[in-house]
């Protein structure tokens, strides 16, 4: 990591709406990879600009690859540039890149974490972040468990000066049933259940923000939205391009892990449930749970009725041709993992 600059002049504009966030560090582990250059900066970038991070917020991207502060900082300019859609702004960019950092690393390397807590110390008292700090793991699952007990043998878990840590986890979180309990019981032994926190960030995309806008803050659909009136409904999710350079991940993966016991799960829930007595987490999240509950699993037999799995094959996209699913780069041509999945619950 290269020596920290002082604090920058220039200032983020202040919050439109919304609650700014708290004086933090977020560590991104992975943050060479794919889910940070086309999500996470992105995301940051745009809290930036409506004025909702914090000024005491930094940002520390721990990968494989040989960055400088530098290198990274020009990394993070063109993923903004590449996934935002519009030119960057001169004074935000200048008060959002200097709170960037790089430390070169190894996940299985002890080592690592002991020089993650010196970047840690001085980045808190450079930003003023009050020790709070949230560790994004953008990284392949069998790196969850083993990332978070380094931090937490590192001490970098620990809340007990009144500050936070937490661990951000996006899926795959396990593959079935029993490797999401195995992982979960792996964290839970060094960290409490409110410090992880399990994401989908389907839950951030406007159309689903508005369904819940739209289902009880809505005099006029709200009385007749349900089993009377509504005798199905229809949920689909279309995605605009193949798998792209995703190829070795989604072929493990295929699209029913992909996308359904999470986004898909989520949609059905926010979609069927009952009005929360609040909109607090924990109101709204029981009310989901009634709705998962409520689906009756399915037979062996009702599996082959009801649900329909495919792939795709070889087309046009903006005019340009684009390979069938078997031809795509680091998937085996006679795979069969589905990237179609349709179900009747
Ligand atoms: N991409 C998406 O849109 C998306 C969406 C939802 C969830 N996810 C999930 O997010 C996670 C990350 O996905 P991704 O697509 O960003 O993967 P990726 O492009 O392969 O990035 C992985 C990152 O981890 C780093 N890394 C890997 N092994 C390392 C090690 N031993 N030590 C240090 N750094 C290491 C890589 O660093 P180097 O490049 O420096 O080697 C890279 O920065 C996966 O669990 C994926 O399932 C991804």
Same mark, same amino acid.
């Given at each position: 990591?290269?020596?920290?600059?002082?604090?920058?002049?220039?200032?983020?504009?202040?919050?439109?709406?919304?609650?700014? *966030?708290?004086?933090?560090?977020?560590?991104? $582990?992975?943050?060479?990879?794919?889910? %940070?250059?086309?999500?996470?900066?992105?995301?940051?970038?745009?809290?930036?600009?409506a004025g909702l991070l914090s000024r005491e917020f930094a940002v520390l991207g721990v990968a494989r690859a040989q960055f *400088?502060?530098?290198? $990274?900082?020009?990394?993070?300019f063109d993923d903004i540039k590449t996934y935002c859609g519009d030119c960057v702004d001169d004074e935000l960019w200048e008060?959002?890149?200097?709170?960037?950092?790089?430390?070169?690393?190894?996940?299985?390397?002890?080592?690592?974490?002991?020089?993650?807590?010196? @970047?840690?110390?001085?980045?808190?008292?450079?930003? *003023?972040?009050?020790?709070?700090?949230?560790?994004?793991?953008? &990284?392949?699952?069998?790196?969850?468990?083993?990332?978070?007990?380094?931090?937490?043998?590192?001490?970098?878990? !620990?809340?007990? /000066?009144?500050?936070?840590?937490r661990v951000v986890i996006e899926k795959p979180f396990g593959h079935d049933l029993e490797s999401a309990k195995a992982l979960?019981?792996?964290?839970?032994?060094? @960290?409490? +259940?409110?410090?992880?926190?399990?994401?989908?960030?389907?839950?951030?995309?406007?159309? &689903?923000?508005?369904?819940?806008?739209?289902?009880?803050? /809505?005099?006029? $659909?709200?009385?007749?939205? /349900?089993?009377?009136?509504?005798?199905? &409904?229809?949920?689909?999710?279309? =995605?605009?391009?193949?798998? =792209?350079?995703?190829?070795?991940?989604? !072929?493990?993966?295929? %699209?029913?892990?992909?996308?359904?016991? /999470?986004?898909?799960?989520?949609?059905?829930?926010?979609?069927?449930?009952?009005?929360?007595?609040?909109?607090?987490?924990?109101?709204?999240? !029981? =009310?989901?749970?009634?709705?998962?509950?409520?689906?009756?699993?399915?037979?062996? +037999?009702?599996?082959?009725?009801?649900?329909?799995?495919?792939?795709?094959?070889?087309?046009? =996209?903006?005019?340009?041709? &684009?390979?069938?699913?078997?031809? +795509?780069?680091?998937?085996?041509?006679?795979?069969?993992? +589905? %990237? $179609?999945?349709?179900?009747?619950?």
């Open positions: 990591m290269a020596q920290i600059a002082e604090q920058p002049k220039t200032a983020p504009p202040p919050p439109r709406i919304g609650k700014q *966030s708290d004086p933090c560090v977020m560590v991104i $582990f992975g943050a060479a990879g794919d889910l %940070t250059g086309r999500m996470l900066i992105p995301a940051l970038y745009n809290l930036a600009r *400088s502060d530098e290198d $990274f900082r020009k990394k993070v008060w959002f890149s200097q709170r960037f950092y790089y430390l070169q690393g190894n996940f299985d390397d002890d080592n690592l974490y002991s020089r993650l807590k010196d @970047a840690l110390t001085k980045i808190d008292q450079t930003h *003023s972040t009050h020790q709070n700090f949230f560790y994004y793991l953008a &990284v392949a699952p069998n790196f969850f468990g083993p990332i978070v007990q380094r931090l937490a043998a590192a001490g970098l878990m !620990d809340q007990s /000066n009144n500050h936070w840590r979960n019981q792996e964290l839970l032994k060094v @960290a409490d +259940e409110k410090q992880v926190y399990r994401i989908d960030h389907y839950l951030g995309k406007e159309t &689903v923000q508005n369904i819940m806008a739209f289902r009880f803050a /809505n005099g006029i $659909f709200e009385p007749v939205w /349900n089993r009377r009136y509504i005798d199905h &409904v229809q949920i689909s999710v279309a =995605e605009t391009v193949g798998v =792209e350079g995703r190829g070795s991940y989604f !072929d493990h993966a295929g %699209t029913l892990r992909d996308m359904v016991p /999470n986004h898909i799960m989520q949609l059905i829930s926010l979609t069927a449930m009952e009005p929360p007595i609040s909109f607090d987490a924990n109101a709204v999240r !029981d =009310e989901q749970a009634k709705i998962l509950h409520a689906i009756q699993p399915m037979s062996d +037999e009702e599996v082959l009725s009801r649900t329909v799995r495919g792939q795709y094959g070889e087309g046009t =996209e903006d005019g340009k041709r &684009v390979p069938a699913y078997r031809g +795509e780069e680091d998937v085996p041509p006679d795979t069969r993992t +589905e %990237t $179609f999945v349709a179900a009747r619950a």
